[in-house]
């Protein structure tokens, strides 16, 4: 029977249980597989050991590893500050290329500014040369002249108060001579004239215009006659 079983394990099929059990043989080997299968116990035998086996380890991944996804690596990674918005600024211009394009940029603005301004302060005293001169005129102060006071009005004798002064006096015979001579007037001398000017403000003399008193022109110096005149002319006769 030993014999028998180890022909029978020997019969060029054993290699192949394996194979057949986790459905790894073709179409034709799988067949003769099959056929050989319903000949020889030994090889079903060891047919139906491996596929118990084979399917307790088929459930035991399934309730293991089934549920699992995909595997996958994660490396930890700590949570870096949040640059500034000056280093960001300072980050972008040390790139060099981006530094080289702004430095270019800020100079030719200058340049540009400078030469506006330049032609903007040589522009200026042209403009200024063009415009017409303001003329500006003055007027002289005019002298203003004093303002003559007048003079109060010179009371004159009537011809009633002379005669009532020459009642008084003892000398009747002269009486009709009085009356005539009563109306001349004194001549005036050169001081009365000098007096009866004044003096102007640019120094030159200037008449005092006489005054109208009861629609007579009247003089500006009291010239009426006096006793003292009367009496003198009298004499003199």
């Known amino acids: ?22 459905d790894e043989l073709a179409g034709s080997g799988k067949a003769a597989f099959e056929g050989h299968l319903s000949q020889c116990s030994s090889c079903a035998e060891d047919v139906a050991d491996l596929s118990s086996t084979s399917m307790a380890v088929r459930h035991w991944r399934a309730e293991e590893f089934e549920p699992l996804g995909a595997l996958g690596f994660e490396l930890p990674r700590s949570l870096a500050p949040r640059p500034s918005l000056a280093a960001s600024i300072l980050a972008f211009f040390r790139q060099p290329l981006y530094a080289a394009t702004v430095a270019t940029l800020l100079i030719g603005a200058a340049i540009g500014l400078y030469f506006l301004l330049g032609s903007r302060t040589q522009s200026q005293p042209a403009i200024a040369t063009t415009d ?7 007027q002289a ?16 004798d009537t011809d009633e108060q002379i005669a009532a002064t020459e009642t008084k006096v003892p000398t009747p015979i ?15 001398n050169s001081n009365d004239r000098i007096q009866d000017q004044t003096v102007a403000s640019n120094g030159s003399r200037v008449r005092v215009a006489p005054e109208d008193l009861f629609g007579e022109v009247a003089e500006t110096r009291d010239r009426s006659l006096r ?11």
């Open 1 to 22: 029977m030993a014999g028998d079983k180890a022909t029978i394990r020997d019969c060029g099929f054993s290699g192949q249980i394996l194979d057949f059990v986790y």
């Open 141 to 156: 102060p005019k002298a203003v002249l004093p303002i003559d006071e007048p003079e109060p009005p010179v009371q004159r």
């Open 174 to 188: 002269r009486r009709s001579r009085a009356q005539r001579v009563k109306s001349r007037r004194p001549t005036g």
């Open 132 to 138: 017409s001169p303001v003329r500006v005129e003055t």
């Open 227 to 237: 006793l003292t005149d009367l009496f003198a002319e009298d004499d003199e006769d």
